[in-house]
């Protein structure tokens, strides 16, 4: 591939990365564009290769996993050298969540809440299917899992964030099912 | 019903939450941007290294060049002490090959030339002595180093 070729495609899925950045990242944008730095340097520098065994957005979103997790596991290395410096940072990065979240609907906060308390690989199922419209083929082939495994990740993530959100709703009062079936709310 | 009802919420929740992602995704230019300066930078930045991988092989290459001179320095004795590792003259009998009559000596075998460098070395090293080697040395030393002549008697005048 060419540099041109390799910068349309890339171009191409930007946006669709970048989410997929944000969800490997927690949601943290400071860390998801690093990652997306790294990645973008690595298919440069030639060190990932796109060999056409797959899609090119599938390819690229394994990579960007891998990637994410390399970076998670390096500054985890870095935070237990530098604790103190990391903790004075800290409550900067909630004050920016905070005021991101005031933007945010109350239901959309809700379910970022939900969606961060599932477990990893369930998350990433329902965020690769329903945030990025893939297969499930597709999301076992960027996770690395079987497709059966995909699936059951798959279901077992959507009953379980269907029943934090009800769980959530109820506790808040904010109820989105009401929206959805105004008939079965009196 | 219920179950189908709640996935497209669901889905709805995931759209919403891609389009706030969207809204704050810095442009794909500002990424590019950052990203080809560290890659043309990279040709300038192998010459230094090849330079600095040079030049490192150098330094050992002389290094040890060095040290093997120094090494073989301490091995060498000085000029001053060679006198008491040579052994004397008289000491060194080697045995002398018979000489029949009538057939000329046999040439001396030329033997292989050390290299120069390593001359003065493999001198010492042949001459050397072992510092107790005279007591090994008897008055009948030469008579059991040399062969006996058959005809010596015969050849003498009456």
């Known amino acids: 591939m060419e540099i041109s070729e390799l910068k349309s495609s890339l171009e191409q899925y930007y946006l669709s990365s970048y989410g997929w950045a944000l969800s490997c990242c927690n949601r943290n944008s400071v860390e998801a564009e690093e990652v997306l730095q790294t990645v973008y340097l690595k298919i440069l520098e030639g060190k990932a290769r796109f060999h056409g065994n797959s899609s090119f957005q599938t390819w690229l979103f394994a990579v960007i996993r891998k990637t994410a997790a390399d970076h998670r596991r390096r500054n985890l290395l870095g935070k237990l050298r530098l604790i103190q410096s990391v903790e004075s940072t800290e409550p900067v990065s909630k004050t920016e969540e905070l005021d991101e979240s005031i933007h945010r609907s109350e239901t959309q906060c809700l379910f970022r809440r939900a969606l961060a308390s599932l477990p990893k690989r369930q998350k990433e199922v329902l965020e690769l299917v329903f945030y990025h419209d893939l297969s499930l083929q597709q999301a076992a082939e960027v996770i690395g899992v079987s497709l059966g495994s995909a699936r059951t990740h798959y279901e077992r993530g959507k009953r379980r964030l269907r029943e934090l959100l009800e769980k959530e709703e109820a506790f808040c009062g904010v109820a989105w099912s009401r929206k959805e079936n105004p008939g079965i709310v009196r | ?158």
């Open chain 2, 1 to 158: 019903m219920e179950s189908h009802g709640a996935e497209k919420r669901i889905r709805e929740l995931f759209a919403e939450m891609r389009r706030e992602d969207e809204r704050a995704a810095p442009p794909f230019s500002l990424h590019w941007q950052k990203v080809q300066h560290p890659a043309s930078e990279l040709p300038h930045r192998r010459p230094r290294l090849r330079f600095a991988i040079v030049a490192g092989l150098c330094i050992a290459a002389l290094a040890a060049f060095i040290f093997s001179k120094k090494h073989a320095n301490h091995q060498l004795p000085s000029k001053s002490a060679q006198p008491m590792a040579v052994a004397p003259q008289t000491a060194t009998a080697e045995p002398v090959a018979p000489t029949i009559k009538g057939q000329s000596s046999p040439k001396p075998v030329k033997q292989k030339r050390a290299p120069a460098h390593g001359s003065r070395a493999t001198m010492s090293i042949s001459a050397w002595q072992s510092p107790t080697a005279s007591l090994l040395r008897s008055p009948s030393g030469e008579l059991l180093s040399t062969l006996p002549q058959l005809d010596e008697f015969l050849q003498k005048p009456k």
